[in-house]
């Protein structure tokens, strides 16, 4: 499997934001595995943390906005389509402003910082959402639609129609993500004379000029709004060149346009969380389409990560017996509820336990009606990550594992006598001073019957001799 990737070293950029037209300093930070992207407000008491969620989309108005307790990231497409297009799973990235510099209103500046950077490979595999059947999403208000069909690796095909001659019907395709930097990476930005008019009488567009972003004039343009563009622009003459773009600005391609609409669905689709194995077909795309549809696949992807039973032949040997259990774990009968381990790495493990009817707490659980109690499943979902944690010790005999916290626990279905119980257990984040934050699922008859986010630690009882 292909590997999760951070960068090298910290790199530094700054700029005006787009739309406050504030000076910003941005930095790319290196992250642990399974970190995602983030953004951090070091401009901001505290220093927030907003992570690249599209759950936190709460405006689209120019730009992918979000926000998560009051705190805000305007404009964030362009940084995060850059860190997808050079295929960087984990950064941090560190603002002293609301929203990233704009710089030439695409996104190879930021191509060109990861590129300074430097690029690691890290130890963890880099997790994919293999697309398997179409997934669709239709604004019908707008008529704009994203459709996801599977593929044999990502690739974006853009189309768009803005219903003007200026800049008539245009598409862009990316065939390999490996192809962003030399084919989208430098597509920039552009807006329509009407809706720059209306931006600059509202005080929406200060960080702009000529240098970061394509203007379409698709109206005629009276003297006095000539001179409050020249004006904004800080220009002593602008003109409208034959290709119906304002001042003297050359396009990098013919469809730059269409180029930049595929940059944003890149940028917005990041926001899912996951990487995707499949085709992306958008059809007039905008960022509210766009972040509609990564929410969409976000909670696709969620359940079928719950839902999604490890499979191994319960014939072969497991790579831990109850008696190898019990020399990691303290527990014993009747109060050890796992009997194999199947695998084990250093981010998972996955263990089983079979259930029958000699359980001593069907006793008094229901005697009638016998089912295993939650509590016990959450239980034996720690034992399990128990193993987790206490092999990266070389002593495990020496340690108790005891819980810090349980958040989000879930019960889905009855777990009954003659039931095998399959548990799964993911790190969230590095085991850090023997800290072990964890997903938990459990499984049964191929469904998700308890699911629980668990903190625990190992705390040395022994001291060597």
């Known amino acids: 499997m292909t590997k999760q990737r951070t960068i090298a070293k910290q790199v530094t950029l700054t700029g005006v934001g787009l739309h406050t037209g ?49 705190v805000k990231i305007q404009t964030s497409e362009h940084v995060l389509a850059a860190l997808v297009g050079m295929e960087i799973d984990n950064v941090l990235i560190e603002l002293d402003a609301p929203e990233p510099p704009i710089m030439d209103g695409s996104s190879k500046f930021f191509v060109e910082a990861i590129e300074k950077a430097g690029i690691v490979e890290q130890k963890a595999d880099r997790e994919e959402y293999v697309v398997k059947e179409v997934i669709t999403y239709k604004d019908e208000a707008s008529g704009s639609d994203i459709t996801l069909i599977p593929s044999e690796h990502y690739e974006i095909t853009t189309m768009v129609d803005f219903g003007t ?34 931006l600059l009488e509202n005080g929406l567009i ?46 990098h391609q013919p469809n730059e346009a269409a180029r930049h609409k595929l940059l944003d669905v890149i940028g917005d689709l990041a926001l899912a969380g996951t990487r995707i194995k499949g085709k992306v077909i958008a059809n007039k795309p905008g960022h509210y389409v766009n972040t509609q549809f990564a929410k969409k696949l976000s909670k696709i992807i969620k359940l079928e990560k719950r839902n999604k039973v490890p499979k191994f032949d319960l014939n072969e040997a497991p790579l831990m017996d109850v008696t190898q259990i019990m020399k990691m774990l303290p527990h014993r009968p009747p109060f050890l509820l796992v009997d194999k381990i199947m695998e084990l790495s250093d981010s998972h493990v996955v263990g089983v336990k079979n259930v029958t009817m000699n359980e001593p707490f069907f006793v008094g659980h229901f005697p009638g009606a016998p089912v295993m109690p939650g509590v016990l499943q959450v239980e034996a979902m720690a034992q399990t990550g128990g193993i987790l944690v206490l092999n990266t010790v070389p002593d495990p005999e020496n340690y108790l594992t005891f819980f810090m916290k349980i958040d989000n626990v879930k019960f889905k279905q009855q777990v009954v006598p003659g039931d095998t119980l399959i548990f799964k257990c993911d790190l969230i984040s590095p085991i850090r001073r023997g800290i072990c934050h964890m997903q938990a699922y ?22 060597e001799d």
């Open 22 to 70: 504030e000076n910003v300093t941005m930095k790319f930070v290196p992250a642990t595995e399974n970190y995602g992207f983030a953004f951090k407000r070091v401009d901001l008491e505290g220093e927030p943390i907003i992570e690249a969620d599209a759950n936190y989309v709460v405006n689209t108005q120019r730009g992918t906005n979000l926000e998560k307790r009051g």
């Open 165 to 198: 001659k200026v800049l008539g019907t245009q598409n862009a395709t990316l065939k390999k993500i490996a192809d962003f930097k030399k084919e989208i990476a430098d597509a920039r930005t552009f807006s329509f004379l009407h809706e720059l008019e209306m």
């Open 206 to 251: 200060k960080g702009g000029d000529l240098n970061n972003a394509i203007v379409y004039v698709d109206k005629e343009i009276s003297t006095s709004t000539m001179k409050k563009l020249e004006k904004a622009f800080n220009k002593k003459k602008l003109s409208v060149k034959p290709n119906g773009i304002l001042d003297n600005l050359t396009l």
């Open 442 to 463: 459990a499984y049964a008859n191929g469904k998700l019957v308890s699911e629980a986010e668990l903190m625990a630690q190992i705390v040395k009882t022994k001291q």
